[in-house]
């Protein structure tokens, strides 16, 4: 009976152990906001929902200057993350280097805008949403426009 007790206390220790493992490295909004992240909170699941202002934006001033430097053929990185309304995070980074513009996209809930890395030609902000166009994947596919960000007009507005 005893090492019947004793093995569960050492299951039940370890579970509890691997429990706080995944908490610790799970990525918080407050990690991001430490980072300095764009944080995009997403209040519903379903795109056109999101498309029409679900959500949530916090540092977008970050994708006013990605789009300034790009501009002016500077280098620029930005990290965005996007949480779902179940706190799932997904981080999407921005890498400008004067002539193209590399898209990590690890969230797959935009149209148009599979998971992958990308190399784009082009950026562009048409009310709230930013595109990328004239991009192509690191499999050698091309897109001729993503959907890269999904901001609100009043963020946007905001952080002129």
């Known amino acids: 009976m ?3 007790v004793y093995f569960l206390i050492v ?3 370890v579970l509890s152990a691997c429990s706080e493992a995944d908490s610790e490295n799970t990525y918080t909004v407050e990690d991001a906001e430490e980072n300095g992240d764009v944080i995009v909170k997403h209040q519903s699941e ?3 929902q999101i498309r029409q202002g679900a959500l949530e934006v916090e540092n977008i001033e970050k994708m006013n200057t990605l789009l300034e430097k790009v501009d002016n053929a500077e280098d620029y ?4 993350s996007i949480f779902n309304p179940n706190n799932t995070h997904y981080k999407n980074t921005f890498t400008a280097d004067g002539q193209n513009i590399t898209f990590e996209n690890n969230y797959e809930g935009y149209r148009q805008s599979p998971a992958g890395t990308y ?3 082009f950026i562009q902000k048409r009310g709230h949403i930013i595109y990328l166009s ?4 690191e499999e050698g596919e091309e897109y001729s426009t993503m959907v890269a960000f999904i901001g609100t007009e009043e963020a946007f507005r905001e952080a002129e």
């Open 134 to 137: 004239k991009c192509e994947s």
């Open 119 to 121: 190399t784009c030609r």
């Open 2 to 4: 005893k090492k019947i």
């Open 11 to 13: 299951i039940l220790a």
């Open 77 to 80: 990185s930005v990290d965005v």
């Open 46 to 48: 379903d795109f056109e």
